[in-house]
């Protein structure tokens, strides 16, 4: 099946710092991937939809301006956590759509980042 | 609002018995309604998808029912292993490569 790949997979950085995440398709072409972040025992909470070549879409009570989201490529979105806080500390997951339009969501394995 | 809601925060069953997860769902038409399993500490992983004019989806021992009268999915696992100990997460999709909407998730215990 299709591969989603995150780096890095943990990382933990001071307060103020910016940290950026990558999420790869490693062997299909996503036209769409999407931004989660997810708290403990809590379920996945959207953050923003990513189309390649053009802005993220967020959803209602994420700021764009401290999660930046840069989708350069078909194989490739980032994201940016600006200044971040230890109120920011979760697990960020992305998932991928392939460029064919098939139902199927892949996600990547998630990046746990703690802010100190 | 849509709302989505998997009953029993966690599961315990016995080794052998059949594992039943159940999602409901209101104030939503999904096209599709998928399946997915995570672990701690990991990104979910895609087990089954079921089609709004789909009644049963069955992948080894794995069965997904679909009942949109209702507005509920039920998910059974047979022949239980404690390797399918995991959180379990049902997700609405609206389709056209929208963005899936997530049920809470059901921690599910497979005790030997």
């Known amino acids: 099946g299709a591969v989603v790949s995150q780096h890095p997979s943990r990382v933990i950085c001071k307060s103020g710092t910016s940290v950026k995440i990558e999420c790869r398709s490693l062997?299909?072409?996503?036209?769409?991937m999407f931004w989660y972040r997810q708290f403990p025992k809590q379920s996945l909470m959207l953050m923003a939809t990513?189309?390649?070549?053009?802005?993220?879409?967020?959803e209602q009570g994420v700021e764009k301006d401290k999660f930046l989201i840069n989708h350069a490529s078909l194989t490739l979105s980032t994201l940016t956590v600006t200044s971040a806080h230890p109120e920011d500390s979760s697990f960020y997951i992305c998932?991928?759509?392939?460029?064919?339009?098939?139902?199927?969501?892949?996600f990547g394995p998630g990046t746990r980042l703690t802010v100190l | 609002s849509q709302k989505i809601e998997q009953n029993s925060e966690a599961l315990n069953i016995q080794e052998g018995k059949t594992a039943t997860l159940t999602c409901n769902y209101t104030?939503?038409?999904?096209?599709?309604l998928q399946w997915y399993r995570q672990d701690p500490g990991r990104g979910p992983v895609f087990l089954l998808l079921?089609?709004?004019?789909?009644k049963e989806k069955r992948k080894e021992r794995l069965k997904v029912t679909f009942d949109t009268t209702l507005k509920q999915s039920l998910f059974h696992i047979t022949a239980s292993q404690p390797a399918d100990s995991a959180t379990y997460l049902c997700?609405?999709?609206?389709?056209?490569?929208?963005?899936?909407?997530f049920g809470s998730g059901t921690q599910l215990t497979v005790l030997p």
């Open positions: 062997d299909f072409q996503a036209t769409t």
């Open positions: 104030n939503y038409s999904p096209a599709y």
């Open positions: 079921i089609r709004e004019n789909e």
């Open positions: 990513s189309n390649e070549g053009s802005k993220a879409t967020y």
């Open positions: 998932s991928a759509r392939e460029h064919s339009g098939a139902d199927t969501q892949y």
């Open positions: 997700a609405l999709d609206p389709g056209s490569a929208r963005q899936l909407t």
